[in-house]
């Protein structure tokens, strides 16, 4: 969630970009000299659904920054470890954060030197500094304003966090009642997305 970052450089050949540190037997950051971007990628072939990384909180803020993320409705957090905050967001992410249970989840099987990118409103109501997204992929969304922006298309292609999940239901509830069991299936399928697990303590 790094402000430098806000625009997402997964469109950047990878040819430009240079291994600064390896963070974790898997994951190196990277970084871009002709535009100063950081990036997250992974060193090894990542598995579907396997975690990547725990996290936890370095600090906790009231409100959001362009480097937190949100992890309940009134809980904004820094992130340890640090480089967790060069994860890039994507409008076709390969991880999720886990808010419940701190965890960087693979969406997909992950290529080694894949940029580990997320989806940003996946845990963001409202975000702090809004920002064009070029990540290019067929299903960019342009402006990355938080999940309250979302449309209703958008809606059913996401995996959101437990705090995001429960308020788009509030929001949008009676939508998600008729359609997103339905529509889910085909839209994972075109985004190569696992099937999201069920909510256990929402009752759909
Ligand atoms: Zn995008």
């Known amino acids: 969630m790094e402000q430098q970052m806000m625009n997402s450089t997964q469109s950047t050949p990878t040819e430009t970009v240079k291994r600064i540190l ?26 579907q659904n396997s975690v990547l ?3 936890s909180a370095r600090e906790y ?16 957090i820094h992130l340890a470890p640090e480089f967790l905050q060069y994860i890039n967001h994507s409008c076709e992410p390969n991880t999720f954060f886990d808010t419940s249970k701190g965890e960087v989840i693979a969406l997909r099987n992950i290529a080694a030197n894949e940029e ?13 500094q809004p920002f064009t997204c070029f990540c290019g992929t ?54 190569r997305l696992p ?8 009752s759909f």
């Open 195 to 202: 099937a999201l697990p069920p909510f256990p303590q929402i």
């Open 22 to 47: 390896n963070v974790t037997e898997n994951l190196a950051l990277f970084y871009n000299p002709a535009n100063g971007h950081h990036s997250l990628r992974a060193l090894t072939q990542l598995s």
């Open 61 to 76: 803020v009231a409100r959001p920054t362009y480097l937190s993320v949100q992890v309940a409705d009134d809980r904004h």
């Open 116 to 128: 580990i990118t997320f989806f940003y409103p996946s845990t963001e109501w409202s975000m702090t």
């Open 138 to 191: 067929r299903s960019c969304l342009g402006q990355i304003q938080g999940a309250s922006y979302l449309n209703k298309q958008a809606l059913v292609k996401y995996r959101f966090a437990e705090h995001i999940h429960q308020r788009l239901q509030g929001v949008f509830g009676a939508y998600w009642k008729t359609t997103r069991g339905l529509s889910l299936a085909s839209v994972s399928a075109r985004l």
């Open 53 to 55: 990384h725990t996290f």
